[in-house]
């Protein structure tokens, strides 16, 4: 197994949330770079992209309409595609959004759309999950 540090490119726009940058960056075993992306919150080795939702902002984008235009725009991407999942399953529980509604727009994105789902309970997990994909 290759030990050399993953390249990791986050968009500009995740610093707000910070929390998986930092997680990331204890880890010492990727070099994460800051800069805008056009797709996507995270591009991993210059071969995927992985758009991160926490439970509320999943819920949001599903009922503002951006999901779908978000996850097109990864599907469409050169790169493969992955969307992370954060929450447990309180956070889940306080979208207020049915869960017929949420396993609809799952299937749609997983099913439809290609895109691989992975879930992650907080953004130590998430950054654990950035990594185990590079190194895959």
């Known amino acids: ?9 986050a968009d500009d726009r995740e610093r707000a949330g910070g929390e998986v940058l930092a997680a990331l960056v204890a880890r ?3 070099t994460v770079e800051i ?9 991993v080795e210059r071969r995927l992209l992985v ?6 902002d999943f819920a949001a984008s599903l009922i503002d309409g951006r999901l779908f235009h ?11 595609a992955v969307l992370v999942l954060e929450g447990c399953e309180q956070d889940w529980r306080d979208t207020s ?3 017929e509604a949420l396993q609809g727009a799952l299937i749609t994105i997983g099913v439809f759309f290609g895109v691989a789902v992975l879930q992650s309970d907080g ?3 998430t950054a654990r999950l950035l990594v185990y994909l590079g190194r895959q």
């Open 1 to 9: 197994m290759d030990n050399a540090p993953l390249r990791i490119v």
């Open 28 to 30: 010492g075993d990727a």
């Open 35 to 43: 800069a805008r992306l056009d797709v996507g919150d995270y591009r």
């Open 51 to 56: 758009e991160r939702k926490t439970a509320a």
């Open 70 to 80: 978000q996850t097109a725009a990864l599907a469409l991407a050169p790169e493969r």
């Open 97 to 99: 959004v049915r869960r």
């Open 123 to 125: 953004p130590e997990e």
